[in-house]
């Protein structure tokens, strides 16, 4: 009994944004469909599972990063709050799906994203 209900978060099937995201994942697709060179940032990205759910160039369950870069062209605070949001999560601002929130990201690796993200376009 004991067993049963310790094993199930461990065993169970993981939940479903989470299988949806790995099925589609970008990390499946190699760099070169992107044209977006490897750099340090972008490695920071791959680490943290960020491209579990955003590709660079195409829409999955989350917006890509270069929709988000257009998205945030011409506004001056865009670094602020793509460097909070990265931190903190949340949704809203592109649709239902929850951005989950990143608490063992650092402020300057999440300004470090966030500016690579808007360099994107
Ligand atoms: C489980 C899926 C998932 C993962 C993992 C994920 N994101 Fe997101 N992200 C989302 C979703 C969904 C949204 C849209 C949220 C919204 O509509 O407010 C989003 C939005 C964003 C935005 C735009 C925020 C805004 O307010 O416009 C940025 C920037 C971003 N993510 C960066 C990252 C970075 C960097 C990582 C890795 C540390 C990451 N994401 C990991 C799902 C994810």
Redesign the pocket.
């Known amino acids: 009994m004991v067993k049963v209900l310790l094993g199930i978060p461990r065993i169970g099937p993981p939940p479903a944004?989470?299988r949806v995201?790995l099925a589609v994942s970008c990390i499946a697709r190699a760099h070169a469909a992107d044209n977006v060179p490897s750099d340090a940032t972008r490695a920071l990205?791959e680490q943290?599972?960020?491209m579990?759910?955003?590709c660079v160039t195409h829409r999955m369950?989350?917006?890509s990063f270069r929709q988000?870069a257009a998205?945030y062209a011409h506004q001056p605070d865009a670094s602020v709050?793509?460097q909070r949001?990265?931190i903190d999560g949340?949704?809203?601002?592109?649709?239902n799906?929850?951005?989950?929130a990143?608490t063992q990201?650092t402020d300057a690796q999440a300004a470090a994203?966030?500016a690579w993200?808007l360099q994107l376009r």
């Open positions: 944004l989470l995201a990205a943290h599972n960020c579990a759910c955003h369950l989350a917006p988000i998205h709050r793509l949001k990265i949340g949704a809203g601002t592109w649709g799906a929850p951005m989950p990143n990201i994203l966030a993200i």
